[in-house]
C-alpha cells in the first residue's frame, strides 16, 4: 500500500483514539463504559490480520518501518486494554447475554470469511501510462490462502466489533471514560481511510481498489455515523468528557436501532445495575423539571431522586422529625405522689378517677 496523506491522517486519528483511551482509563482509575467485549474482539483483529508482523521487512523503505509500528502498537495497546479491564481495573457491566452477541459477531465473521476470499480473487485488469509506460495489473487479487482468509476474518470482524460497544453505551446510565474526543478519532480513522480508498481507485502511479477493504470498512464507518448522529443531537446530554446514551436516545439512531434495537431484553437485564435505585429497589425518577449538567456531561437531575431518598432516609432516623408543637407534659396524666398514692388506694375507683379529671382540669 502507498503512502498518502489521507493514509497518514487516518492511521495518526487510529493511534490517537487508543492513547485517548488509555488515558482517559488511567486519568479516570476506571474502565467504567468500555466494552471489554469490543476490545477482546480487537486483539483477535489485529492478531489475525498483522500475523506478517513476524517475517515482514522493516528496514527496506520507510513504509515497512511505518506498518511494524503501527502493527506492534495496535496488537499491544489492545492487549493492555484488556489487561486494565480484567486486572487493574476489573468492572464490567456486561452480561452474559452481551457475551453471546460478542460470539455471534466473531462467529459470523469466520463463516464468511472463506467465501468472501473466494469471491474476491481476482479483480478486472487495469491500463495506465507512468512515465511513458505502460502499466497494467489487476485492480485486486487475492489469494485462496490460509492467511488471505484470516485477513479477510479480519475486516469482516472489525467492522461489527464496535456494537458490542455500542450497545454497552446504550445501556450505560452513569459517566463512562468514553467521549467525544475518542469518538471523533475513532470516526477520522475510517473518514480518512474512505478517501485514501478514492485517491488510490484514481491514482495514476498505484491503481488499486480492494472491495473486502471497501464494503466492510464503509459498513464500520456507517456504525460510527449512525452512533455519532446519536450522540450530537441528543437533548439531554452536551458534548463533554464522560457523555452517555441511553435506550431512547438510541433509539434515533436507524442502523444502530435496526442491528441491536432488538435485543431489548439485555437493556432491562444490563441496565438494571446503573439506575439510581435505593436498597429497598425502589425507582427513583430520573426526570425532572430542568437539566442540569455536571462536570462528566450526566445530568445531575437524573440524581435528584437519590437525593430525595437520602433525606427521607435521614428523616426517619432523626428525632426531631417526629415532635410536634405541643410540649411533651401537655395532655399528660398528673403525677401521683407517694403520700396521695396510698391515699387513693382507700378510695373507690370511681372516686379515683372524678379525682383525676378535675387534676386534669385545673
Not at 135 to 153: D, G, Q, V
Not at 233 to 239: A, D, G, I, M, N
Request: with cysteine; hydrophobic share 40%; glycine share 8%.
Amino acid at each position: 500500500m502507498s503512502m498518502n496523506v489521507f493514509r497518514v491522517v487516518g492511521d495518526l486519528s487510529h493511534v490517537a483514539s487508543k492513547v485517548i483511551l488509555l488515558w482517559s482509563i488511567h486519568w479516570n482509575r476506571s474502565a467504567e463504559g468500555v466494552s471489554l467485549i469490543t476490545q477482546t474482539l480487537y486483539i483477535a483483529v489485529f492478531s489475525t490480520r498483522y500475523l506478517d508482523l513476524f517475517w515482514s521487512p522493516i528496514f527496506g523503505a520507510f513504509i515497512y518501518f511505518w506498518n511494524f509500528c503501527l502493527k506492534l502498537f495496535y496488537i499491544s495497546s489492545s492487549a493492555y486494554i484488556v489487561f486494565l479491564m480484567m486486572s487493574v481495573f476489573a468492572r464490567t457491566r456486561e452480561k452474559e447475554k452481551a457475551w453471546k452477541f460478542g460470539i455471534y459477531c466473531f462467529a459470523g465473521a469466520a463463516i464468511l470469511a472463506m467465501p468472501v476470499t473466494a469471491m474476491f480473487m481476482h479483480g478486472p485488469q487495469v491500463h495506465y501510462t507512468v512515465d511513458g509506460k505502460d502499466k497494467h495489473h489487476p485492480l485486486y487479487e487475492h489469494s485462496f490462502a490460509f492467511f488471505e482468509i484470516l485477513w479477510t476474518f479480519s475486516e469482516i470482524l472489525e467492522s461489527v466489533a464496535v456494537l458490542p460497544q455500542l450497545l454497552l453505551l446504550r445501556q450505560t446510565t452513569v459517566p463512562t471514560v468514553i467521549d467525544s474526543y475518542y469518538l471523533a478519532c475513532l470516526g477520522s480513522y475510517r473518514g480518512f481511510y474512505i478517501l485514501n480508498w478514492i485517491y488510490r481507485v484514481f491514482s495514476k502511479t498505484d491503481r488499486h481498489f480492494d472491495p473486502i477493504s471497501v464494503i466492510f470498512g464503509c459498513i464500520q464507518t456507517l456504525l460510527y455515523v449512525d452512533f455519532a448522529w446519536v450522540y450530537l443531537t441528543r437533548q439531554r446530554v452536551k458534548l463533554r468528557g464522560g457523555g452517555i446514551v441511553d435506550s431512547e436516545d438510541m433509539s434515533r439512531g436507524w442502523l444502530v436501532q435496526k442491528l441491536v434495537g432488538r435485543h431489548s431484553d439485555l437493556d432491562d437485564e444490563e441496565a438494571s445495575p446503573a439506575l439510581h435505585t435505593n436498597d429497598r429497589g425502589n425507582d427513583r425518577s430520573r426526570g425532572g423539571a430542568g437539566h442540569k449538567w455536571g462536570v462528566r456531561g450526566i445530568s445531575v437531575s437524573a440524581d435528584e431522586g437519590v437525593h430525595e431518598g437520602d433525606e427521607d432516609a435521614r428523616a426517619l432516623t432523626d428525632p426531631t422529625a417526629f415532635e410536634d408543637d405541643l410540649s411533651d407534659d401537655e395532655g399528660a396524666p398528673p403525677t401521683v405522689f407517694p403520700e396521695r398514692r396510698e391515699s387513693l388506694g382507700k378510695k373507690t375507683v370511681q372516686e379515683g378517677a372524678d379525682e383525676w379529671a378535675e387534676e386534669a382540669d385545673k
